[in-house]
């Protein structure tokens, strides 16, 4: 080759190019992801569409009472309930999209290949902050779409609102993902090291503001729960969400003038008012995307320098007597067990993805059941909310089951030399991860369980049920996990989220959730006809299961039930594991 | 042509490189040879720019991988260790985003990447998804990515890694033939035998400092000159390189 046609060969493209060259990319991926999942995964994309529209159409139902009953006492709370229900959205948008874009700008092999081509960092923020800002907007709609579609129907709301809804969310959307993206950017550029403690710091304070502001303000008039006055009282508590800066402000306000009528019936002048919000919301997020653009062209290279730089982790000492304790304790003829449980456990406090997620999830229950105490249920009530919150911690425990335990068999087998030639049965293998799964869902499980029963106020007798189906849950859905997982394993896929979100992983889930409902469903029903008829026969004919005696089946079916949901799975893996060929 | 002046870089208060000064003239062949943890790959990352020096400057082409990497990134070629692809595009689709990422004409890529699929012989499998390519094809994948532009300069990190043997001679020829044409390659290796084949020059690199820089006959001569023995075959080759990696805080004439 010359050097007169390599002259020809490159040349630095400009920004528009850029921008059409990404968004090919992104045309590419998102079609071929689309092929892929209609050809490989059906199952799991008509699950997602399918919960996804009962989850849609759950939370309208809810939100349309929930606007009927507000609307018929006091209509003036609803500005407030918009204010405090998008200032909160707008914290946990600027987290979560931080989160991803950390992902995305700086750890990802995608990261380190555009860092390699003549790409221009603000192409590469934009390139990543358009994935981001999917997935934020994704869940922001699929959770604030609802609400306000029932608002508009409750409300007799003019067309045009409905149609603004999709701009009005995505215009506000792009601001906190943008902040997000701007704050992510500094803090890995200037703050390398202390960066996951900055951020953790961030969180936990946001975290307890908001739970700061929910327990402040419903912890008024207890007496009066769910009364005009509890209402008044507790969200005026939550005025201090009407800053006039805030972008939820602008998004609430532009929304309620977008749905409001002049008594003439006249919409324009509302319309007008709406639409000038839209503009602010709209300037304010194409501001923003300048600022970042120019913090990226700034620092995303230094900040992506700094992480290549950073030192690996120094050895993990911390908890190493923990470790010692466990592989110690115990008969010779467990040891091996033992210590493939310590070796799994360390694995999981050293990824950072997988402990977070569990503390962050159980945490927000925590603070959840922590404030439930501010409602003064009726009793037959309140244990109907102790059921709830006993399949809320199932299904948090599902998630958790499928998205990490069940592929850790995956992830063994393509290490399967190691322990292949290890002086280990393969059943301990499959029992070290049941045992792994198991106790560690049981003690965060069970405590809180506990809590939301204490806070609730219930029986002894009713804690107990709750904490043997509690028991049975965690036993039963680790033995799906662990069962399936080695039943269909996935060897040639190395990432657990893909494995997660293949069939096995979606089945998994699936019978996970169906098994959750079963063992739920089975104790509610007759504990409540217990507590309706006051243990005493009403005369109906559904009296039978009211009694004692029903509720003592029930307990006795929940235990069956987790006893087949852990044994049939783990047979089955068991079956599989030993006779795996890797 | 490339350039390190007074490159050095710390993680904390390890220095990965030290002082490193070294000029690599249009249509040289340079391995960058030495044990884990010398500094090899801190150097390559500095090279193309996924890692700023804490000192100095490195230039590709004239151009500041700090100040202008874009510029600097036009007439650079990279060939990482671990081969990264978009699994959800096709081996076709994928060197397409690389052309237009140079900025090739249209036709100009249509014919590059008709010759690259052919000479990496990638025609089997070019529109297939790449999350079903082995490790090799990947490999040949990114290599005739990295050509695509007819870079100036090709950087290679471990290249042969996942290669079979008809594709690490096709490397081999291409990197010969593409050298003669004025391409400068720099090329991070453990293998000494492919450094001694193909390298103009080698460098050894022993805890973040440059211990060796000449060609294979001189670093042989300069072996002999030690031991008082003259050098001749792949294991004294070896022998020398094992002497001068263990020697710690020994500089070699350069």
Redesign the interface.
Known sequence: ???A??E??????TAV??SR?FL??RF??AR??LR?MLGEARLRLSLVILLSALFWGSLYGLFHEAFFFVDSLHAEVVPLLFNAFFSSLMVMLVFSTGILLYSGLYTT??A??L??????SATIFNHRFQEAFWFSSWGFILLGSPMLVAYGVVRGAPPHYFILLLPFMVAFVAIPATLGGIFCMTLVAFMPRVRVHALSIAVGGALAAIAWLAGTAFASARAETMSAEWFEQAFSRLGITEQRLLPSWWLSSGLLEAAARAKDGSVWRHLTESLRFLAVLIANALLLQLVAGWVASHFH??G??QL????PARRQRRMSWFDDLLSRTGTARGRPLRLLLVKDLRIFRRDISQWSQFVIFFGLLGLYFWNVRVFNYQHSYAAMIGFLNLAVVGLILSTFTTRFVFPMISLEGRRFWILGLLPVHRDQIVWSKFLFSFLGGLGPCCVLVGLSDVMLGLDRWLIAIHEACCVSLCAGLSGIAVGLGARMPDLRESSPSKIASGFGGTLSLVISSLFIIAVVLVMAVPTHLFLATAGGADGSSLAWAGTPRAVAGGLATVLVLGFAATALPLALGLHAFRRLEP | MIEFSGISRSYGTKVAVSDLDLTIPRGELFALLGPNGAGKTTTIKMLVGLLMPSRGHVRVAGHDLVLDPRGAHLHLGYVPDEPCLYDKLTGREFLWFIADMFGMPRGLAERRIAAEIDHFELGDFADDLAESYSLGMRQRLVFASSLLHDPETLVLDEPMVGLDPRSVRIVKDLLRERTRAGMTVFMSTHTLAMAEEMADRVGIMVRGRLVFLGTVAQLRQHGAGRSGTAGTGHESLEQLYLDLTSQTGAVAPR
């Open positions: 080759m010359t050097t046609s390599r020809d060969s490159s040349r630095p493209i190019e850029e060259i090919r990319l590419l991926l071929s992801t892929s092999p995608e380190r290949l860092l390699t081509l003549p790409a221009t290279r230094l992506a320098s290549v730089g950073e030192l």
